[in-house]
């Protein structure tokens, strides 16, 4: 997956984003359909890491494919070539966002590490299986942002302030909306949510799910402005 998304970072750059989500939508439907499979030949819990591989590997192959023909048609011959003072400089602005990301990554991934580690490892469980929906809901809410990145960096090349402004605005209150309704069916519907998936003993309480889906929606708010 670093490849298919190293090589997708430049289809975002360029303002291929259709391409870009067919591909990954063709290659996660693919993956589930081969974990499937695999869990009918009885391979178990090996189905699921083999899934993931089939679909990082079509991901891959097509987002390598796909540069390749567009470095061929619309790049002139031997164009390409390596210039010490534009790596340094792009090197520069790229490295505050790596260590943004890792920073953020660090700090959300910590939590069962934190739980096993300190308190109880049989509590890991709960605490996964009860945050689950919420990670789902800012999964979605988080890719309202992402997925309007082209147009945000096409406006800005405008210098349009007044576009500029309507069109964050009209992402704020996406995700704002989208946010909300993910709070109150996180609320109402979590312990039922995780009673029908794995049964009610593994629930954390309704504290715990209102803390997390708190948590939750103001990194939604986060991600939207970064």
Not at 78 to 95: A, P
Not at 118 to 124: S, V
Not at 165 to 170: D, E, Q, T
Request: a positive charge; glycine letters at 10%; aromatic letters at 12%.
């Amino acid at each position: 997956m670093m490849i298919a998304y190293g090589v997708g970072g430049i289809f975002l750059g360029l303002q291929r984003v259709g391409n870009l989500s067919m591909q990954f939508i063709a290659a996660s439907l693919i993956g589930v359909i081969s974990t499937f499979i695999f869990l009918f030949m009885g391979w178990g819990i090996l189905s699921i890491p083999w899934g993931f591989l089939v679909q990082s590997a079509l991901l891959s192959a097509g987002h390598c494919a796909y540069l390749w023909q567009w470095i061929r048609r619309n790049l002139p011959h031997k164009s390409l070539g390596f210039e010490m003072s534009s790596f340094r400089d792009l090197f520069r602005q790229s490295s505050w966002v790596f260590v943004s990301n890792l920073s953020n990554t660090a700090a959300t991934q910590s939590d069962n590490l934190i739980v096993a580690a300190m308190i109880d490892p049989r509590l890991t469980t709960i605490l996964v299986l009860t945050k689950k929906s919420a990670d789902i809901i800012t999964t979605i809410a988080t890719r309202i942002s992402s997925a309007f990145m082209p147009s945000l960096a096409h406006l800005s090349g405008e210098a349009d302030l007044i576009k500029i402004r309507k069109f964050m605005l009209g992402m704020l209150k996406v995700t704002l909306i989208v946010g909300m309704f993910g709070v109150g069916g996180v609320f109402l519907l979590n312990g039922e949510f995780v009673q029908i998936w794995v049964g009610g003993e593994f629930y954390g309480g309704a504290l715990l799910t209102n803390l997390i889906r708190s948590e939750e929606h103001t990194s939604e708010l986060q991600s939207h402005s970064f």
